[in-house]
């Protein structure tokens, strides 16, 4: 024990409190030494500003910082007062001008003057606001601007998008009031930059589109790239600034992506990220984004400067974390981090928003991640579902894709992305879209998910290769006039059943054959029976795998049997796509007998499901009746098939598809000819028009009723009548129906 003299006890205490005096003197000698921050307004857009619309506040600060993005090292922001009474608080952003030019092809931007801070808001309330500005610098030292006031006025802007209280499958306004979104995506321009959107946008504008979606990706639009980690590229910035005010003008709402995927893949640009270690990061590897406290909280920073920039735009439809963070490296082993993540980054961004955005991400995975979707911060589900394999009908896939999303989590769903062929040149020689010249993949792509209830149509990909070369936007202006002032949320719509009339005799020349295609891609079936009905209904077929399995995946093998009646016989047309380099035995059983079985030995080489390598119809005749069809490999690995066709059992006008919405006295009816796909389109298969088609549509209030008779191309009124719906039943003839057509039906 050490024993101290009062001496010594007394010295002790004055070196404390030596100490105590001089260490507060230090940190305000410190402080007074730097120099103090000041603040001061150079601009006000406007005393008067339409309600949802731009207030924008230019300021001069003087103060010390390295980082003008680091709000600990320098913070600026914006504390408005409601005419309610409610404080808002809005970080400023650093900001620098420039002016576009186009020379040879590509954008230059060249900058105006020096970078200085900027504020922006929007009011959400009529009447009178005041506001200042306040500075603090990384010393604790702050200063602020005297009050200012402006007022906001009455507009006709809707206001922000949100989730429907009436109807939650659709989005709706401010103002309470809900459109149909229809467009597609334009997700990064070429060289010219900015002015390749001054002609995409006012294409989409004038054929109805209001929706696309926008990545920040590395090559165009990415603020934290080409800059050391934590510091932001401003002239990407100004870029995205122009296409969002452009987007406004043009009454195009966007789903804004923060990240792709790539960015996290050693094969593609993780070698550049500059949350690489290599470059200043600090992350060893990929893998540790989703946990690393560092990375999580440079990311908070990049949010909160994204908000702060564009938060203030009506026209922002949601926030995307992610674009398909199931193609990150190590997400499988990480699901749990991942999931974590967004959850941390969906309430970060609810707690800077002040405007309360949407928030979603996106997976490559159709059928990922429901462990992120049942997050109650993703409020939108998003869909990417691309061909070649299993989508060779689109609007079958879509319309199911998108119901049973709404069922599994009662949210919104949209296909934000899709496509027939999801390779670009040089992946393939010719990826199949080239050869859809009509636009059938985006026609029934987008018809199709209006059916299912969608708040938007699912939006194609392939903008600047396909959609604007091939001049395809009248797709979409079509369906805009058939949807025009329709407020869905309103409409308390149901999904529409509906029915083909049988003809009570059915004759040979009756019957026609019946193409059924897989959509599950590499997993195991979770059902293989499925029963095909004469009028064109089957069971459900989305566990029909694009994969028939050997003995190599006895995991993934649950190969599928068909229950089908041939009144007169008929033929089973299988058609046969690769086989994998271990080969395969197709064998096909009819009533649980050996019907036939092909050997299909390796010819390419290659593991490749979609390279056509047999390119090949395989047919086994089948005697009248109703019989068991099993398809099934007993070779050693898989091989994949395009379809299976059974000729001579369904009635023609079985090849009807009717899809809609109803809320009992009013619809929105869809009818597609089955045979009008994108594959038949790029095979240059015959369209066989059904004849003499009669539908009944039901649940209809009792009463007469006026049908239009939309085409669905021109987006035209073709003719009317007047019908009459008796116990609940409406009964319609179409004499000839060739590709597709749309009613509308509403009381007379």
């Not at 080489?605 to 007993?634: C, F, Q």
């Not at 006008?653 to 038949?680: C, H, P, S, Y």
Request: glycine share 6%.
């Amino acid at each position: 024990m050490i024993i101290l003299r009062k001496k010594e006890v007394l010295i002790l205490c004055v070196i404390i409190i030596t100490l105590l005096s001089i260490i507060p003197a230090y940190y305000f000698l410190r402080r007074a030494l730097h120099m103090k921050p000041s603040i001061s307004i150079t601009r006000i857009s406007s005393e008067e500003v339409p309600l949802y619309s731009l207030l924008e506040i230019d300021l001069n600060v003087t103060a010390e910082y390295e980082n003008p993005f680091d709000p600990s090292d320098i913070d600026v922001i914006a504390i408005f007062t409601t005419p309610s009474g409610k404080k808002i608080k809005v970080p400023a952003f650093y900001y620098q001008e420039y002016r576009r030019k186009l020379i040879n092809s590509r954008e230059v931007l060249e900058p105006i003057g020096n970078p200085y801070w900027k504020v922006r808001f929007t009011p959400t309330e009529i009447g009178q606001y005041s506001f200042y500005v306040e500075v603090r610098d990384r010393y604790g030292n702050k200063a602020r601007t005297e009050v200012k006031t402006f007022k906001a006025i009455p507009s006709d802007k809707p206001g922000f998008v949100r989730i429907s209280k009436r109807d939650p499958r659709y989005l709706e306004f401010d103002n309470g009031r809900s459109i149909f979104f229809i467009g597609h995506d334009v997700c990064w321009p070429s060289s010219r930059g900015t002015y390749d959107y001054d002609i995409w946008f006012s294409e989409m504008q004038k054929h109805g589109e209001n929706i696309t979606r926008i990545w920040m990706a590395p090559w165009y639009f990415g603020i934290e790239w080409k800059t050391k980690v934590g510091y932001y590229d401003l002239a990407e910035a100004w870029r995205l600034d122009y296409v969002i005010r452009l987007a406004e003008k043009k009454g195009i709402y966007i789903l804004l992506c923060f990240m792709n995927h790539g960015q996290l893949r050693r094969e593609d640009q993780w070698a550049k990220n500059p949350y690489n270690k290599e470059n200043g990061g600090p992350l060893d590897k990929p893998e540790d984004f989703w946990s690393n406290d560092k990375a999580i909280e440079l990311f908070k920073r990049r949010i909160r400067y994204i908000i702060a920039r564009w938060g203030y735009s009506t026209h922002i439809l949601a926030w995307e974390l992610w674009n398909e963070v199931d193609l990150t490296d190590g997400y499988a082993e990480r699901r749990d981090q991942v999931a974590l993540w967004h959850k941390i980054m969906a309430n970060y961004i609810k707690e800077v928003d002040p405007y309360d955005h949407l928030v979603t991400t996106s997976f490559a995975n159709p059928y990922l991640d429901p462990k992120i979707w049942s997050l109650k911060e993703m409020e939108i589900i998003t869909v990417h579902r691309y061909g070649p394999g299993g989508f060779k009908d689109i609007a079958g896939e879509v319309y199911k894709l998108i119901r049973s999303k709404w069922e599994q989590f009662k949210k919104p769903v949209i296909i934000t992305e899709f496509g027939s062929d999801w390779r670009w040149p040089g992946i393939c020689p010719r990826p199949y879209y080239y050869d859809d010249k009509e636009g059938v993949e985006i026609h029934n792509g987008i018809w199709a998910s209006i059916m299912a209830a969608s708040p938007s149509t699912a939006m194609l990909w392939w903008w600047d290769n396909y959609i604007h070369p091939y001049n395809l936007y009248y797709h979409f202006k079509a369906l805009a006039n058939y949807l025009n002032e329709i407020d869905p949320a309103r409409c308390n719509f149901k999904y529409l059943r509906a029915e083909i009339v049988i003809p009570k005799e059915i004759r040979k020349e009756d019957l026609t054959s019946i193409t059924v295609y897989p959509s599950l891609d590499w997993a195991k079936p979770a059902e293989n029976y499925f029963i095909l009905n004469l009028n064109g209904t089957t069971s459900d077929l989305s566990q029909l795998s694009f994969y028939i399995q050997g003995k190599a995946h006895p995991e993934l093998k649950n190969n599928p049997t068909f229950k089908v009646t041939f009144p007169y016989g008929g033929k089973v047309i299988i058609h046969v796509n690769s086989v994998s380099k271990s080969g395969a035995i197709l064998t096909v059983y009819v009533d649980n007998f050996i019907a036939k079985q092909v050997s299909l030995p390796d010819r390419d080489g290659k593991y490749d499901g979609h390279a056509r390598e047999y390119d090949l119809d395989i047919e086994v005749d089948v005697p009248p009746g109703t019989h068991e069809i099993k398809i099934d490999n007993v070779g050693n690995d898989w091989f994949t098939w395009d379809y299976i066709r059974f000729e001579g059992a369904m009635i023609k006008q079985g090849k009807a598809r009717i899809l809609g919405l109803t809320n009992g006295t009013f619809a929105l009816v869809w009818i597609q000819n089955r045979d009008n796909t994108w594959w038949n389109a790029v095979n240059k298969v015959p369209i066989e028009p059904i004849k003499d088609l009669e539908i009944m549509l039901y649940d209809f209030k009792d009463g007469k009723y006026i049908v239009e008779f939309w085409d669905t191309y021109k987006g035209e009124v073709m003719k009317k009548e007047i019908v009459e719906a008796t116990n609940g039943v409406i009964r319609i003839k179409i004499s000839e129906l060739e590709r597709d057509i749309a009613l509308k039906i509403y009381q007379a």
